[in-house]
């Protein structure tokens, strides 16, 4: 193709000659080259000297020097070539269009500047993937009895198979990949596979759900010549393709902190002083499984048995209160608990979809006010300035005590984290993404105090914000420094605040 330009002098014209000479599809590559030419517009005359030629072409420059023949007579339409330029550009677009232009300079003759400029489409050298749609398959037996469909997703109980099906041009060989919409749920997404088949367990986490009941689940198709494609994952319904449909599932759950085995008051002095009472607070999905049915408990109840003794092979039925997704149970009396014993105890709550959750813990001897928590053993008797430890314990997310009059102290060491300190900020760096401290070993119902400090590691970087804390959660460090750069840096984390 031929763009045309122009020069500082109207007897003088100036034009590129560019050519698409070859194309790499592998590289998705194309050779392109650019001729600049000098021509007379109107009568012969002559030209001569040193001269600059620039050509850029999709963002590269390239140039060269070069002289005319002194006295070199260009008659009126014809043309001196002055340069030749060849440069390899991406073509990885559908189509790619790529910009040229280019200058002339000189301090010798006339004209002494001349430029030009254009754009052109390169050759289309491979089309991209072409998503066409997926097949879901449930393959967990439990919901597929109660007819929920292949094409729903159910967070905490779906076990799906999923086909992605896509077609490649020009050979390519395709690679497969699911993502979720949302992050920090439990699906294969690392990477690229080479099948197209993939084994989506929802079961020990979520789903994002649309606020239409739509799962938000996006596929990736890449191939082998660097061709991509992105789509939401979607099924056929009704003869259509849409995105898959979800239910607003949660799994059923006995609220630790809300339910309790206690002693009745008395001392063991009489026979009626061997009771317990049981007080129960619980919550479950009361929704439509979307064939018309909505989910109820199936069973509710609990075992106690002394710890001398086998525990029973089934549970004692209970009769809540229902309401809504809320379970309750107030008082409910237990005969024959001896005083001078120890027992163990489990209540369970399921629902249709089989889901259940189990609390165990241990009643103590003696007699007790006090809420008996999950895997206590017997009550502490430690003090602190003559306070009462009624409970502490550790977990993966850190260490806690619990104190008679309500307050709890919860701690956490995270170490060798490593943070990227490289977002400017005046003279200094800050956190390109903030730590994430995570949950905390137990959750307070009034978190009054919270702090994190550096321990280690730390004379080069220092804490300049810690937000985002809640009574379940140490929240998020940003970091600082003069250089930019990773730290690597030792959190100690601190919070105080009432467990009742």
Same mark, same amino acid.
């Given at each position: 193709?031929?763009?045309?330009? $122009?020069?500082?002098?109207?007897?003088?014209?100036?034009?590129?000659?560019?050519?698409?000479?070859?194309?790499?599809?592998?590289?998705?590559?194309?050779?392109?080259?650019?001729?600049?030419?000098?021509?007379?517009?109107?009568?012969?005359?002559?030209? @001569?000297?040193?001269?600059?030629?620039?050509?850029?072409?999709?963002?590269?420059?390239?140039?060269a020097s070069?002289?005319?023949?002194?006295?070199? &007579?260009?008659?009126?339409g014809?043309?001196?070539? +002055?340069?030749?330029f060849?440069?390899?550009?991406?073509?990885?677009?559908?189509?790619?269009?790529?910009?040229? !232009?280019?200058?002339?300079? =000189?301090?010798?003759?006339?004209?002494? *500047?001349? $430029?030009?400029?254009?754009?052109?489409? +390169?050759?289309?050298?491979? +089309?991209?993937?072409?998503?066409e749609?997926?097949?879901?398959?449930?393959?967990?037996s439990?919901?597929?009895?109660?007819g #929920?469909?292949?094409?729903?997703?159910?967070?905490?109980?779906?076990?799906?198979?999923?086909?992605?099906?896509?077609?490649?041009?020009?050979?390519?060989?395709?690679? *497969?990949?699911?993502?979720? &919409?949302?992050?920090n749920?439990?699906?294969?997404? $690392? @990477?690229?596979?080479? /099948?197209?088949?993939?084994?989506?367990?929802?079961?020990?986490?979520?789903?994002?759900?649309?606020?239409?009941?739509?799962?938000?689940?996006?596929?990736?198709?890449?191939?082998?010549?660097g061709?991509?494609?992105?789509?939401?994952?979607?099924?056929?319904?009704?003869?259509?393709?849409?995105?898959?449909?979800?239910i607003?599932?949660?799994k059923?759950?006995?609220?630790?902190?809300?339910?309790?085995?206690?002693?009745?008051?008395?001392? @063991?002095?009489?026979?009626?002083?061997?009771?317990?009472?049981?007080?129960?607070?619980?919550?479950?999905?009361?929704?439509?499984?979307?064939?018309?049915?909505?989910?109820?408990?199936?069973?509710?109840?609990?075992?106690?048995?002394?710890?001398? =003794?086998?525990?029973?092979?089934?549970?004692?039925?209970?009769?809540?209160?229902?309401?809504?997704?809320?379970?309750?149970?107030?008082?409910?009396?237990?005969?024959? #608990?001896?005083?001078?014993?120890?027992?163990?105890?489990?209540?369970?709550?399921?629902?249709?979809?089989?889901? $259940?959750?189990?609390?165990?813990?241990?009643?103590?001897?003696?007699? =007790?006010?006090?809420?008996?928590?999950?895997?206590?053993?017997?009550?502490?008797?430690?003090?602190? %300035?003559?306070?009462?430890?009624?409970?502490?314990? !550790?977990?993966?997310?850190? !260490?806690?005590?619990?104190?008679?009059?309500?307050?709890?102290?919860?701690?956490?060491?995270?170490?060798?984290?490593t943070?990227?300190?490289?977002?400017?900020?005046g003279?200094?760096?800050? /956190?390109?993404v903030?730590?994430?401290?995570?949950?905390?070993?137990?959750s307070?119902?009034?978190?009054? &105090?919270i702090?994190?400090? +550096?321990?280690?590691?730390?004379?080069?970087?220092?804490?300049?914000?810690?937000?985002?804390?809640?009574?379940?959660?140490?929240?998020?460090?940003?970091?600082?420094?003069?250089?930019? @750069?990773?730290?690597?840096?030792? #959190?100690?984390?601190?919070?105080? %605040?009432?467990?009742?």
């Amino acid at each position: 193709m031929t763009i045309n330009g $122009s020069t500082n002098n109207n007897n003088w014209t100036y034009k590129l000659e560019v050519i698409e000479t070859a194309t790499d599809v592998p590289n998705r590559t194309s050779t392109v080259q650019v001729k600049t030419y000098i021509g007379r517009a109107s009568s012969r005359s002559y030209i @001569g000297g040193a001269y600059t030629n620039k050509v850029t072409v999709a963002g590269e420059e390239k140039s060269a020097s070069g002289s005319i023949p002194a006295n070199t &007579y260009i008659n009126a339409g014809e043309w001196y070539l +002055l340069q030749t330029f060849t440069f390899t550009v991406p073509n990885k677009s559908n189509p790619t269009i790529i910009s040229i !232009s280019s200058t002339m300079s =000189s301090s010798i003759f006339t004209p002494s *500047y001349a $430029s030009a400029s254009g754009s052109m489409q +390169l050759t289309i050298l491979h +089309l991209d993937p072409t998503i066409e749609a997926a097949e879901m398959v449930e393959t967990n037996s439990v919901l597929t009895s109660l007819g #929920v469909p292949n094409t729903t997703v159910v967070p905490y109980l779906s076990k799906k198979k999923i086909t992605l099906h896509a077609t490649a041009t020009d050979k390519a060989t395709l690679s *497969y990949r699911l993502e979720h &919409y949302a992050a920090n749920y439990n699906i294969p997404t $690392s @990477g690229y596979q080479s /099948s197209n088949v993939f084994n989506t367990d929802y079961t020990a986490n979520g789903i994002a759900i649309s606020n239409t009941n739509k799962a938000k689940i996006i596929q990736k198709i890449s191939d082998s010549l660097g061709g991509t494609a992105t789509d939401w994952l979607y099924v056929t319904i009704n003869n259509q393709l849409q995105e898959p449909n979800a239910i607003p599932y949660r799994k059923p759950i006995i609220e630790r902190t809300s339910t309790s085995i206690k002693r009745k008051s008395g001392g @063991g002095i009489n026979l009626t002083d061997n009771k317990a009472t049981l007080n129960l607070k619980a919550t479950f999905y009361k929704g439509s499984d979307v064939v018309g049915n909505n989910n109820s408990i199936t069973q509710i109840g609990y075992k106690i048995w002394a710890s001398d =003794s086998s525990e029973p092979s089934s549970y004692t039925t209970l009769t809540p209160t229902i309401s809504g997704g809320n379970i309750t149970v107030s008082n409910l009396e237990i005969s024959n #608990v001896i005083f001078t014993k120890v027992y163990n105890y489990k209540i369970i709550i399921k629902d249709k979809y089989n889901y $259940s959750d189990i609390i165990e813990a241990t009643l103590p001897t003696g007699q =007790s006010t006090w809420n008996e928590y999950k895997n206590r053993v017997d009550f502490m008797n430690a003090t602190i %300035g003559g306070n009462p430890i009624v409970d502490s314990g !550790s977990n993966t997310n850190g !260490s806690w005590i619990k104190y008679y009059d309500g307050t709890m102290i919860c701690t956490k060491i995270i170490e060798n984290i490593t943070n990227d300190i490289s977002k400017a900020w005046g003279n200094l760096y800050e /956190s390109q993404v903030p730590i994430d401290l995570g949950s905390m070993p137990q959750s307070f119902t009034i978190l009054n &105090y919270i702090d994190a400090s +550096l321990t280690s590691n730390n004379w080069h970087c220092w804490i300049v914000r810690h937000a985002n804390s809640t009574v379940s959660n140490f929240g998020k460090l940003y970091l600082a420094r003069p250089t930019t @750069g990773n730290a690597i840096v030792n #959190v100690n984390c601190i919070a105080i %605040g009432k467990w009742k």
